[in-house]
T-cell receptor
Framework: DGGITQSPKYLFRKEGQNVTLSCEQN?????MYWYRQDPGQGLRLIYY???????QKGDIAEGYSVSREKKESFPLTVTSAQKNPTAFYLC???????????FGSGTQLSVL | SQQGEEDPQALSIQEGENATMNCSYK?????LQWYRQNSGRGLVHLIL?????REKHSGRLRVTLDTSKKSSSLLITASRAADTASYFC???????????FGSGTQLTVLP
């Protein structure tokens, strides 16, 4: 099956801990994106990458980091600097230009 | 900041009725897209309309775009209980390299 896989589905973070959310795609898309969604809100862009080994900050990049070492993978690390990390995190991919995003099923991150 | 704002925030209708959602945005766009999200799930792309188009249809969906008013509407005809979901508009700027999402409309279709 072609698509985007996010894992884990649920993740808990302790105070001062870094956690990494996984995102893998087998659609052969060049571009990948991370969005954050708070309850009852729209999506806000954290980071995006249009090509391997390159990525750009979105609107709310502070407290997050990413890497793009492989075309298929775009992991997101929520660092201890992110003071309010509880949210639903969505990964997406698209061909070069944004004409249609394909989304994963999301990771719900909560703070213990 | 978010580009698009949807109106209404929540809409409740009976099965078989039409549902209309509106989206307003602030800056010039390359295209505007509508997505659907079931509770706790990822978003699914519904339809795209380009800045030089005024209306587009896909099945029971009809999208209009008025670039002079910086607004779009999504009409779902003959709604079904399975249409219950959140609907988001998203805009792509001139370079069409990223999407900016609105705050969404929660649609509830009552059987």
């Amino acid at each position: 099956d072609g698509g985007i896989t996010q894992s884990p589905k649920y993740l808990f973070r302790k105070e001062g801990q870094n956690v990494t959310l996984s995102c893998e795609q087998n659609l052969n898309h060049d571009a990948m994106y991370w969005y954050r969604q708070d309850p009852g809100q729209g999506l806000r862009l954290i980071y995006y990458s249009q090509i391997v080994n390159d990525f750009q900050k979105g609107d709310i990049a502070e407290g997050y980091s990413v890497s793009r070492e492989k075309k298929e993978s775009f992991p997101l690390t929520v660092t201890s600097a992110q003071k309010n990390p509880t949210a639903f995190y969505l990964c997406a991919s698209s061909p070069d230009r944004v004409e249609k995003l394909f989304f994963g099923s999301g990771t719900q991150l909560s703070v213990l | 900041s978010q580009q698009g704002e949807e109106d209404p925030q929540a809409l409740s209708i009976q099965e078989g009725e039409n549902a209309t959602m509106n989206c307003s945005y602030k800056t010039s766009i390359n295209n505007l897209q509508w997505y659907r999200q079931n509770s706790g799930r990822g978003l699914v792309h519904l339809i795209l309309i380009r800045s030089n188009e005024r209306e587009k249809h896909s099945g029971r969906l009809r999208v209009t775009l008025d670039t002079s008013k910086k607004s779009s509407s999504l009409l779902i005809t003959a709604s079904r209980a399975a249409d219950t979901a959140s609907y988001f508009c998203a805009t792509a700027g001139g370079s069409a390299r990223q999407l900016t999402f609105g705050s969404g409309t929660q649609l509830t279709v009552l059987p």
